[in-house]
């Protein structure tokens, strides 16, 4: 009796293990099949793929586990990107099905439903998936933005502050989203509320916002507001006085800004990036003398950085400009009048004399400027600097001084293609051709295929001819 119990429990026990054994396979053979779907799925995100063979091995995931959210999802997304949005919308139903609680599936069911004009159940969809992917900033962004070309079309404040409150939950958990955020706003923005009801109440928030305001949309009295928010971080941004004091300066505050423009240059370790944009922020501004005064202080701060000296001198050159184009219209001025009462003869000697006292008012102006040119480059070697002073020096009729700083500027940066070709055009007005053609063979060599070296090596060659033959 015990053998013929022990011998049916043991069939009993081996159909089991049987039947385990199958349905294990089964499952492996499922998630296989899902797996390798997935693995298809990544491969088609990262770039142009055939979609109907993903469609396809997705199909077959489905086919094999009708409970795969994953599966489901994955074939809506692509469906949706081939625009069927009909398979879309079954596909998303039936990973909703499988998982409800899946945010993004929630997501992408809410955009297939909005595309056939099912507005009403696409917002609450979204709002769902609001919360159900709400430490997901990339999905608040999405659904924010949803929201906000909703109050475009329709108007409705309400989508407009739904809106609102996503990217605020977006910047919230992502600070860097911001900048996405305000260039969305940026059109709309005709009230500065609008904007800040997106910024965090944070320091570093308020500094971002501060920072877009002034250099993305040129609103500087909004971006000193939001400085005054941040001032917590004076001391722990190196770039906040830098930043505080533009916003100062594009305010008219010119004295207080020079103190934080300085610091912040300082805090950023003598930027030479920094202190060259400052050009256009003063410029901006219509501050030239200040400018000057903070390019002074900064070239002494500075000694071994170019930038300051740089700056100063293109200041200098454009005030000389200036006051020797009010001197030379003085000048013609009583030339002409004199021109008008005089008798014939003396005409010629009074034109004479309004050449020779321009020229003298020229060279008094830019004599000053020339000097802090040759300090500067002496003091700090720079390729712009002496550049400057050679361009200098050919306004004031001295070649030889023009060449010798042209030089110098090449010798400190011999990849400046734009100092060969003025080195061989000053060279080719003297018409000093074998130096001009030895110099372009040399350039040649640092930059083989040069269509303009060569351009000027034919033209230089030409005129060597056409000299040699009036001989």
């Not at 009993?12 to 997935?38: I, Y």
């Not at 879309?88 to 499988?98: D, I, N, Q």
């Not at 009403?120 to 962004?141: I, R, S, T």
């Not at 070697?381 to 306004?395: I, K, R, S, V």
């Amino acid at each position: 009796m015990d053998f013929v119990v022990n011998a049916a429990l043991g069939m009993v026990l081996a159909a089991v293990g049987v039947f385990l054994a199958v349905a294990a396979s089964v499952e492996r053979a499922r998630q296989a099949v899902v797996a390798r779907a997935g693995e298809a799925y990544e491969e088609y995100k990262k770039g142009p793929s055939d979609s109907d063979a993903v469609e396809e091995a997705l199909g077959k995931a489905l086919a094999a586990d009708s409970e795969s959210a994953d599966a489901g999802f994955m074939l809506g997304r692509v469906l949706i990107l081939k625009g069927d949005v009909k398979g879309a919308e079954s596909a998303m139903e039936a990973s909703l099905r499988a998982n409800p609680f899946n945010g993004a599936a929630h997501y992408w069911f809410a955009r297939v439903l909005s595309e056939q004009g099912a507005t009403g159940p696409a917002a609450a969809e979204m709002k769902l998936a609001a919360v159900l992917a709400g430490n997901q900033p990339d999905y608040m962004y999405r659904i924010g933005y949803y929201f906000f070309t909703r109050w475009k079309k329709t108007g409705d404040l309400v989508d407009l502050e739904d809106s609102l409150r996503f990217f605020r939950k977006s910047s919230e958990l992502d600070l860097e989203r911001l900048y996405r955020i305000f260039d969305i706003l940026r059109e709309f923005a005709i009230h500065y509320d609008t904007l800040a009801n997106v910024i965090p109440d944070s320091d570093d928030a308020h500094f971002k916002a501060a920072r877009y305001f002034g250099f993305s949309m040129g609103m500087w009295l909004f971006s000193l507001k939001e400085m005054e928010k941040a001032r917590g971080m004076y001391g722990r941004n190196p770039e906040f006085p830098y930043v505080y004091g533009l916003a100062l300066l594009h305010n008219g505050r010119v004295s207080d800004s020079r103190k934080h423009l300085l610091e912040g240059i300082d805090a950023l370790g003598g930027s030479e990036k920094h202190i060259l944009e400052l050009e256009i922020h003063y410029r901006a501004a219509q501050q030239p003398a200040e400018a000057a005064a903070v390019y002074r202080e900064l070239a002494a701060l500075y000694p071994q950085s170019p930038a300051p000296s740089v700056n100063l001198g293109k200041h200098l050159l454009a005030e000389a400009h200036r006051k020797y184009a009010e001197e030379s219209a003085a000048i013609d001025k009583e030339r002409d009048e004199a021109l008008a009462s005089s008798q014939p003869e003396k005409r010629e000697w009074i034109r004479q004399t309004a050449e020779t006292r321009k020229k003298n008012a020229f060279t008094d102006r830019f004599d000053a400027v020339r000097v802090f040119f040759r300090e500067a480059c002496r003091k700090t070697p720079d390729t712009t600097l002496c550049y400057l002073l050679a361009d200098l020096e050919n306004n004031l009729s001295n070649p030889s001084q023009a060449e010798h700083w042209i030089r110098r500027a090449i010798e400190i940066d011999s990849s400046w293609i734009g100092g060969w070709y003025w080195y061989i055009s000053l060279l080719i007005r003297q018409e000093r051709f074998d130096d001009a053609l030895a110099r372009t063979a040399e350039a040649l060599e640092r930059f083989p295929g040069d269509q303009r070296l060569r351009q000027l090596k034919d033209s230089t060659l030409d005129m060597k001819i056409r000299s040699s033959k009036k001989e």
